[in-house]
């Protein structure tokens, strides 16, 4: 199944200030995720743990790889959750 990245501006709303660290970090550690997988991994695992992704009826999305930078964000997603071979 192809994904599509899709992107957008940010406009920050109550308690994106709390979350814009683990963003940060996230974003750190995928520079060189290449080198440290796991790190990566550690970290985008508490930015799922905080954050979720909802489709447009308010249902949330089964699983998202969501990244942002400033007042950028990118993500993609998934209507099915991701097996462990992906």
């Known amino acids: 199944m192809r994904r ?3 992107n957008a501006r940010v406009d920050p709303r ?3 200030a709390e979350v814009r660290t683990l963003f ?3 974003l750190r550690l995928l520079d060189g995720v290449d080198e ?3 790190s990566w991994e550690r970290a ?3 930015v799922r743990n905080t954050v979720t992704l909802r ?3 308010g249902q949330e999305v089964p ?3 969501l990244h942002i930078d400033g ?3 990118w993500w993609r997603w998934s209507d099915e959750p991701f097996s462990e071979e992906q």
């Open 14 to 16: 109550e308690g994106l």
């Open 63 to 65: 699983e998202f790889l």
């Open 4 to 6: 599509t990245w899709l």
């Open 44 to 46: 985008y695992e508490a």
């Open 36 to 38: 440290d997988a796991e």
């Open 71 to 73: 007042n950028e964000a």
């Open 55 to 57: 489709y447009p009826d």
């Open 24 to 26: 940060a970090e996230e």
